[in-house]
Each structure stands twice: as structure tokens, then as C-alpha cells.
């Protein structure tokens, strides 16, 4: 039993506990560029933080006019994103430590993601963080992404948890929505920090508005701690 009151923690994935989004804009910038959308940039790439692959390319298919089926490009930009992720994914220094730290007080923890499953497997192996996050949900395996609160509450259901008592770290309003409709309480750390007044982070916890530059692994634990009701 944890020391932290019954409190389980979720992860986002991209974003939150790796620098992940410039692997995923490098894969969809190739993938688009395959089908002669040359000029996809980084503030194209922004609108789709937070938003599942699948829901992603489908919305490519249609504001580009691609001929491809979603399920090609899918395909595609899942295998160019593997590719890297394996090889050059990044893990936030201060999430690491935090994750450490959370596992040292053995509160239970999970990952809950837009991501394919084989892109969660292959980022938290090559991170290292596979050792202490071993709860693991993609969006492909419940009926909605993210806004809708379904990742999250599969993980709580995995963790035998009450979405009451789940934390859920996120970097994406799209997240934050999902875990105040999941009935959890939030760590938001904005990705781009430009959306830090998007209405859907005013209903987290705990906003971090500089995002990861301000995020530190002991302020989220004694966070933690105040809001568990135990200093």
C-alpha cells in the first residue's frame, strides 16, 4: 500500500513524460510529404498535440484531400514514428525523478495514451521508464480518445483505482478535459505554452504554465502530498 493515501498516479505519454513531439511531427512531415503535402509545418503539427494518430490522419485525409485510406496512412506514419521513437525518444529529466520518486512510496502508476500500443511498448522501453510503468492503455484499445474520459478511466479500472483518488499528469487540453470528466485531478503541464489559457486546463489541480521548464519532480510530490490531505 502506498504511503500517499490511496492516491495512483496516470501518465500521459507525449509530451508529458517524453519529448516525443518532434518524432511524431517528423513522421507525419514524411508521411504527408509521401503524398505530396510538402509544406506541413511545426504550427500545423501543433494543432494535432494531443489528438490520437487515428484521429489525426483522418483529419489529414480530409483537410488535405488525400487518396489514401486513414487506415494506409495510419500505417505509414505509425512505422516512420516507430522507427524514431525507438532510436532518439527523449525522457523528461524531472519526470524520470518523479516517477522514481512516486515508485519509491509505491503508489500505483499506469500510461494512459493516444499512441498505438506498439508506440507506448517501444517508447518506454527505450527510455528505461518500462521498468516502473508497467499499466499501460492506448486509445486504440477503448472506444474514444481523448477529450472523452475512456484512456483514463481504463487505467483506474487496470489499477483497481478509484478515479477519484487518480492524479493524471497531461500536457494537452484535450487531456485535461478527459481527466476532468474521468473525475480525476490533474497536473497540467502544457506542451506549447502559448494554449495555457485554453478553458480546459482552468480545471486541473495544478497548471504549470511554462510547462516542462517549470515542472519539478519534488513540487509535484509534495503537491501530491498537500492534496492526499497528509501534510
Sequence with gaps: MSNLGGVSVIFDLDGTLVDSEPNYYEAGRQTLAEHGVLDFSWADHERYVGISTQET????????????????????????YLELARSSTR?????????????????????????????IEAVLAGTGLDS????????????????????????????GAD????????????????????????IAIPYVPAQADAPEFT?????????QEEFTA???????????GLS
Design 203 to 211: 480545471t486541473a489541480g495544478l497548471l504549470l504554465r511554462g510547462g
Design 163 to 186: 478515479p477519484a483518488g487518480c492524479v493524471v499528469l497531461e500536457d494537452a487540453a484535450p487531456g485535461a478535459a478527459a481527466a476532468h470528466a474521468a473525475g480525476m485531478r490533474c
Design 91 to 119: 525522457a523528461y529529466p524531472e519526470m524520470r525523478r518523479f516517477v522514481e520518486l512516486l515508485a519509491a512510496e509505491d503508489v500505483p502508476m499506469a500510461v494512459a495514451s493516444g499512441s498505438s500500443p506498439g508506440a
Design 132 to 159: 516502473h510503468l508497467r499499466t499501460v492503455v492506448s486509445a486504440d484499445e477503448v472506444a474514444h480518445g481523448k477529450p472523452a474520459p475512456d484512456v483514463f478511466l481504463e487505467a483506474a479500472r487496470r489499477l
Design 57 to 80: 490522419v483522418a483529419d489529414w485525409k480530409e483537410r488535405y484531400g488525400l487518396r489514401a485510406s486513414v487506415e494506409e496512412l495510419f500505417t505509414v506514419k505509425n512505422r516512420r
Design 218 to 228: 519534488q513540487a509535484a510530490f509534495d503537491w501530491l502530498v498537500r492534496s492526499a
